[in-house]
């Protein structure tokens, strides 16, 4: 009988440790910007217990449009990231259809946005120039460029 009930213990811990390693689970607020960019679980209790003892600071960010929180029901504090992440993998084939104004990279990159991919190709060829200014241009450089350009 011990065995059965230690089992389930271990069954039961698996299932909610593998949901609560979800990149943004935590939304937004003070503790989801104080544990930004660490993962696992204990992070990401942290920042949850942080958001809900800290004043109500996801309340307060959602209606004030501050730590992470947009007021319009979008959570800011992950996109640059989720951009960063995608254009670390696939800068070579961004630059190249950035250069062009169409290809998969600009589909997927305007659906992280949640912005329309027309768009988002028109600028990206129109300023090339700005996000590729040398060969050798990084990830960060041409995220924060492109978060720039689409802000804009």
Not at 99 to 111: D, V
Not at 124 to 140: I, Y
């Amino acid at each position: 009988m011990k065995k059965i009930y230690m089992v389930s213990i271990a069954a039961a811990t698996m299932m909610f440790a593998g949901n609560a390693s979800a990149v943004d689970s935590t939304g937004c607020g003070l503790g989801s910007m104080a544990w930004r960019g660490h993962e696992g679980t204990i992070p990401q209790v942290a920042a949850v217990t942080t958001n809900n003892v800290s004043f109500s600071s996801q309340t307060f960010g959602i209606t004030s449009g501050t730590s992470g929180c947009d007021p319009q029901g979008r959570i800011n504090g992950g996109t640059g990231r989720m951009v960063f992440n995608f254009l670390q993998n696939n800068m070579e084939q961004y630059a190249l259809d950035a250069a062009k104004g169409s290809g998969e990279t600009l589909a997927t990159l305007a659906g992280i946005l949640n912005v329309d991919e027309a768009v988002l190709a028109s600028k990206s060829k129109e300023n090339f120039a700005v996000l590729f200014p040398t060969q050798d241009a990084d990830a960060v450089y041409v995220t924060v460029q492109l978060l720039e350009i689409m802000k804009a």
